[in-house]
């Protein structure tokens, strides 16, 4: 039995397979608690990293726009929300030529913010969730700038090891966004 649903941000008919009930309850949140327009929100943005020279294509659950720059990456889990903290920080920092302000992994109902610069705690609870007036606001005074090239490396193997289980079969990773969306 196949079971299927409308992504609340697509209007797009989806499996309802893994997380996506915890996906479904944070594009919610985000549209009717936070104050963020569907079109801020994007759903399955393409990531792309390097792996021992060879490719390894995924997808970011979510990336939150605020004035049409990346305020925050989000990783939607059913699980323990610890344990994919690490890798929705990784693909934050990775995902577009500049680092996104937030790291977010929710199940729907709790969250965890990461500040992406420093990789330190922000707050835990949907209520550490940036609405969009606050965060209006911290990118008046927020300076984008890319990962360290040094760094860059170390991180995608970092993503990569926490995102494989992503990677076998939950999602469809392509056509690539390869720019900056400053």
Do not use: W
Not at 19 to 27: K, P, V, Y
Not at 107 to 126: T, Y
Request: aromatic content about 8%; proline content about 5%; some cysteine.
């Amino acid at each position: 039995m196949n079971l299927t649903l409308i992504d609340y941000i697509t209007g797009k008919m989806i499996p309802d397979v893994g997380a996506e009930g915890s996906r479904q309850l944070f594009e919610k949140f985000l549209v009717e608690n936070k104050g963020y327009e569907k079109e801020d929100v994007l759903v399955d943005v393409p990531i792309k990293v390097m792996f021992k020279g060879e490719e390894y294509l995924s997808t970011v659950d979510l990336i939150v726009l605020c004035n049409q720059k990346p305020l925050m990456a989000v990783r939607c889990i059913a699980g323990s929300l610890g344990s994919y903290e690490r890798e929705i920080l990784a693909a934050a920092r990775l995902v577009y030529d500049v680092q996104i302000p937030f790291s977010v992994s929710t199940n729907g109902k709790d969250a965890l913010v990461r500040r992406v610069l420093s990789g330190k705690m922000h707050g835990e609870g949907l209520d550490a969730v940036p609405d969009k007036e606050k965060a209006l606001k911290f990118l008046d005074s927020f300076v984008y700038i890319p990962f360290p090239p040094e760094k860059k490396e170390r991180e995608m193997i970092i993503f990569r090891s926490y995102n494989m289980e992503k990677n076998d079969g939950e999602c469809d990773a392509s056509p690539f966004l390869t720019g900056q969306i400053l």
